[in-house]
């Protein structure tokens, strides 16, 4: 009976890893095609740097790129800095306002981005701010904010209640506490959080092409261009994707990496 459950362990733990990491496998392998013949081949017959080289060179990728590398860690930041409170409160009360609080941040997770970003829309057209980048901020901070939250929250959670009664024994205020006792011990926690935020803005598409097109364009967009209509790419657009795939990748892992040590700070949590 044993050996049967850790075959189907084995089973389904290898149907998950083909699962997520063969799309990614493929478009590395179509970012290094050299020779493919797309429609007859599933695969290149020759690889190398061609195509990333021609994307690196390419001005309207390198627009599209500092627009992304701009936009991505701005968002990250403002984010962090917006959760910061919230996850307070959350971490240190359970009353009615933190339950209600918790459960809008988590549903706003299973909101369709196209539904959001058409309310959106109306807004920012009423308002001039379409086609602006920097508008493009809060776009994105909204489905930033609820992982954010959730990595800010479980690290305050972490903190022994005993530091924070000390120092308010000693006349600190609660802003303090927060920047004296908390963000020290839980800087882990909101590096993960920045990471994971910052990735979060690197690959949003939906947003960015309802508010931002066609005035500004990032690495998403491009991709986009790239695999509609008749003059599709995909070796470019592999190419192109690379550029999102590399820093989300290392982003995810630091963050898996970090938010496990941050659940670990102070012992048993409260």
């Known amino acids: 009976m044993k050996n049967n459950v850790k075959v189907w362990d084995y089973i389904v733990l290898g149907f998950l890893a083909i699962f997520y990491l063969l799309p990614t496998v493929m478009t590395i392998i179509y970012a290094l095609a050299e020779k493919w013949y797309f429609g007859t081949d599933l695969f290149p017959s020759q690889l190398g740097f061609g195509w990333i080289q ?29 959760s910061i409170l919230p996850a307070y409160y959350l971490a240190t009360r359970r009353d009615k306002v933190a339950i209600i609080t918790e459960t809008i941040v988590n549903l706003t997770m299973a909101f369709p981005a196209i539904v959001v970003g058409t309310g959106i829309l109306v807004l920012y057209t009423f308002l001039g701010l379409r086609g602006n980048m920097w508008a493009l901020i809060p776009a994105h901070m909204f489905f930033a904010i ?74 998403t967009i491009v991709v986009y261009e790239l695999i509609r209509g008749y003059a599709i790419s995909p070796p470019r657009a592999a190419a192109v994707s690379l550029f999102i795939l590399l820093p989300s990748l290392i982003g995810g892992i630091l963050s898996e990496k970090y938010l496990r040590v941050s659940l670990s700070l102070a012992g048993g949590g409260r």
Not at 55 to 81: G, K
Not at 194 to 215: C, D, K, R
């Open 54 to 82: 021609k994307m690196i060179s390419d001005s309207y990728v390198q627009t599209a790129f500092i627009n992304s590398y701009i936009l991505a860690p701005l968002t990250a930041l403002v984010t962090i800095l917006i």
């Open 146 to 219: 609820p992982f954010s939250l959730r990595s800010i929250t479980a690290s305050f959670m972490q903190v022994p209640k005993d530091l924070e009664e000390v120092a308010r024994v000693f006349g600190a205020t609660r802003l303090q506490v927060i920047q004296k006792v908390y963000l020290p011990l839980t800087w882990r926690g909101m590096l993960s959080a920045f990471i994971f935020s910052m990735a979060i803005s690197l690959n949003e598409f939906v947003m960015t092409q309802l508010l931002g097109a066609p005035s500004v364009k990032t690495l």
